[in-house]
């Protein structure tokens, strides 16, 4: 038996042959030290052969079809003239090392050789790659450089991470991932900036703090008032139109006439009013990001978005990683989702697991009474997950289940406090079938276009073996007989036996 190890590296496809046939204890510290010495290592295994890759493309196409499991031609010509031939019906006594499991399994099935992926031929491709540049020099010359091919391993990944981002079917989702986690850190910093400008504002007019609570409505005043010697009747529409209050509007009027703030400089105030501007402005494009957050929400993860809000819902898929994720989670994950500190703490100290996550943000949790809110939870992490799924493999997808499953909440919370019984899962998932109708009803169409085409086909499939084979004759019916007659004699046979064995015991009694 000969054992070879095939090594995909960026300049070409090499085969190695294992020099010795006996078997490699991997684990052991020999090993592990031949391993980083080339003259030990060289010992072990040789280069057979080796074949470069034709261009960068060629090279790319191949590490593609490497990483799916797809048999290139271009490998599968390498391998024909390298790997010892098999005749036809005999199983190959070779052994073939791989790197990668996909790749394995298609090449044996063409070439009937057994392909493993053991340690020990991982610890073998582990001193290939790490001596590979000097296999390779030895093998084919002083030409080789190791500079080059270091520039094409480089080049390799690059195209490599390009073609991958470039085709990830994430991509959308990484919009929203992105967009929420930008939302929480603006949220985070305008806040810290409000506050600043409200304590830089307040050694000048301390009055206005108790009148306009609004971080965000403080700001647009500072920038609008300036200074308070500013303040005059000619302001008090301005003043009404940001406030929305008249009453408060004259109220801060008036504190700006009597105000016990002190005195600033005109280039201390132009530092506060230009600090103010800058919050309004992360205020108006975080207004901006959330719409664009919602219509994204609504349009990659609609059923989501309509039964637990675009916030939270951009939340789970950010927590999860991408909705493809979040899809696959059952329920009871999803319910816990985000509080996975305190669920381990829990178990760790033996004491009551956290009952939601993220989820506790949403408007259902409030809605419920404390006793019923574990309740509520578990059913709204069941309802999160149908979604999610429905959103994740969908071809075209509509809002309908996640409005049907919204009732579906509103009913349970009703059933709770009321103890009326909620509508059953199946007949809600019937009217929103109903509901999404046309698109369906075209797919259900061509369903069964084709289960009737097949069974056409089965039908005239039968007639054509009827046609063919003769009328059954009566001694075609014979083995049915048969079988009856053997079961008939094997009970008369039995009955028989019984008799002799009864007659026997009556005479062994006399």
């Keep these: 038996m000969v054992y070879f190890v095939l090594y995909e590296s960026a300049s070409g496809f090499a085969l190695f042959e294992r020099s010795e046939s006996e078997e490699i204890a991997d684990q052991s510290p020999e090993f592990q030290e031949s391993v980083t010495d080339f003259k030990r290592f060289s010992r072990i295994v040789h280069l057979k052969a080796f074949v470069p890759f034709t261009s960068s493309e060629n090279a790319l196409e191949n590490i593609n079809d490497v990483a799916e499991g797809i048999l290139n031609p271009f ?17 190959s006594k070779h052994v073939l090392g791989v790197g990668e499991d996909k790749i394995g399994s298609s090449v044996q099935d063409a070439f009937n050789i ?25 093998f084919a010359g002083e030409d080789v450089k190791v500079s080059d091919l270091v520039t094409a391993q480089r080049g390799l990944a690059h195209s490599y991470s390009r ?38 504002y307040s050694w000048h007019f301390p009055e206005l703090v108790k009148i306009v609570n609004d971080n965000i409505l403080f700001a647009r005043v500072v920038h ?19 406030i929305g209050d008249q009453e408060k509007a004259k109220q ?31 205020a108006e494009y975080r207004q901006g990001l959330q719409s664009y957050l919602h219509k994204r929400m609504n349009d990659i993860a609609p059923n989501l978005s309509a039964l637990i809000g675009e916030t939270v819902g951009a939340r789970l898929i950010n927590h999860a990683g991408s909705l493809v994720n979040l899809a696959k989670f059952p329920a009871s994950t999803v319910q816990i989702l985000g509080a996975e500190k305190a669920l381990f703490r829990a178990l760790k100290t033996r004491g009551n697991t ?30 999160c997950s149908i979604a999610s799924r429905i959103d994740s493999f969908t071809d075209k997808p509509t809002p309908v289940f996640g409005e049907l499953l919204r009732e ?34 075209i797919v259900d169409d061509d369903v069964e276009k084709k289960k009737i085409k097949k069974r056409k086909s089965d039908s ?5 073996v009827d046609e063919e084979s003769p009328k059954k004759h009566k001694s075609d019916e014979t083995p049915k007989k048969d079988k009856k007659d053997k079961k008939s004699k094997k009970d008369k046979k039995d009955k028989k036996d019984k008799k002799e064995k009864k007659k026997k015991q009556d005479s062994d009694s006399e």
């Design 224 to 242: 609008l008032l300036k200074g308070r010697e500013n303040a005059s009747e000619d302001l008090l529409d301005s003043l009404e139109a940001i």
């Design 460 to 464: 005239g499939d039968k007639m054509e």
């Design 163 to 200: 073609a991958k981002v470039k085709f990830n079917v994430n991509k959308a989702d990484n919009m929203i991932i992105q967009s929420i986690s930008l939302l929480d850190q603006l949220d985070k910093d305008i806040n810290t900036f409000a506050m600043r400008v409200r304590e830089w």
């Design 114 to 138: 057994r392909v493993e992926r053991t340690t020990t031929s991982l610890e073998l491709l582990r001193g290939i790659r790490h001596h590979f540049p000097v296999f390779l020099k030895s």
């Design 354 to 383: 956290p009952k939601y996550g993220l989820i506790f943000n949403s408007t259902w949790i409030g809605k419920a009474k404390p006793k019923d809110k574990g309740r509520i939870s578990r059913y709204l992490a069941n309802k």
């Design 408 to 441: 579906q909440m509103e009913d349970r919370l009703h059933f709770y406090e009321t103890g009326e019984a909620p509508k059953k899962n199946v007949d809600v998932m019937k009217k929103a079938i109903e509901k999404v109708g046309a698109d369906l009803d």
């Design 75 to 91: 490998l599968k010509n390498f391998l024909e003239q390298n790997l010892p031939k098999v005749k036809d019906g005999k199983s």
């Design 252 to 282: 801060v009027l008036q504190a700006a006439r009597v105000s016990m703030g002190t005195d600033i400089s005109e280039v201390d105030m132009l530092s506060i009013i230009h600090f103010a501007e800058r919050v309004i402005k992360l």
